[in-house]
C-alpha cells in the first residue's frame, strides 16, 4: 500500500497531485464513479435550500463541480469558491456553461486551513471530497465555522469506509487495484489515485470527524450515509 505523506510535506503533494491531473479530473470521476458523484452533490447541495439567496463558500472547490450544483439550484446565490491548487480551479473556469451561473460563481486561490474570507459572511460552506485532503483537519473546520454566520451550515461530502460485509471486500479491491490501475492510465499520474485509496484508508471513521466537528464549535451534527456508506454528507450548523 502507497504510504501517505507526513503532514508537513502533504500541503505540497496534494497540490502537485490535484495539479497533475487537473485536465482529466472531470473525465475520470464520471468514469469511475459511473456518475454517482452527481448525485451525491445534488443531495448535499439541496439541504442548504433554506439558503437560497446570499453568498455560500466552496472549500476544496477543485474543477467546481458543486459550485456550479450550487449555482444551479439557486438562481440568486453566489459561490466563492476557493482552492489552493490553481491548475484545478483553470480546468474548472475554462468549462464553466455559457450561462447566469459563470456571473455567479466566484473561483479564488486560497488555503483552506486560513480562508481568505471574513468572519460570518456565509450562509453555508460546502466542501466535497476536501476535508480528508487537508493537513489540519481541525483548524480547516475552524476557519469553515468563522466565516459562517450564525445559523449558517457547513456540509461535508465526503468518502467513507463501507461496513456491509458483501460490499467492503468488493470495494475495497475496486479501490486499490482496479481505480489506480484505469485511472493512472487515463490520468498519467497513477501514484495520485493510490493516494486516493490510502487516504481514504486512513481517515477518520464519522463519528471521529462529527466529534471535531463539534470541537470547532459546530452544533446539530449528524451524518447521512450514501451509496452503502461508500460516502456521506455530514451536517453542522454555527449557532
Ligand atoms: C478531490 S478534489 C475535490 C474537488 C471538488 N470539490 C469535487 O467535488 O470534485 C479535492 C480538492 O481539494 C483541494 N485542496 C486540498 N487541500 C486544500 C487546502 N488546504 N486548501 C484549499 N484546497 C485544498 C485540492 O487542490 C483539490 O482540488
Redesign the pocket.
Known sequence: MHTLPSPEKK?QF??EK?SSISGR?DLL?SLLSLQI?RYW?WRTTRLLRQFADGWVL??????L??SLELARQAKKRRVLS????ED?LRAGARNLPHDDRCQRIYPVC????VLPAPSNSFWGCT????VR???RTLQ?LQEMHRILKPTGALLI?EFSRPTNPIIKPIYTFYLNHILPAVAGLISGDREAYQYLASSIAAFYEPEELMAMMREAGFTQVSRIPLTFGIASIYRGVKA
Do not use: H, Q, W
Open positions: 500541503k496534494v497540490r490535484f479530473y470521476n458523484d452533490r466552496d472549500l476544496c472547490a477543485g474543477t463541480p458543486l476557493i482552492d489552493f491548487c484545478m486560497g488555503d483552506g486551513e466542501v466535497a471530497f476536501g485532503n487537508l493537513s480547516g461530502l
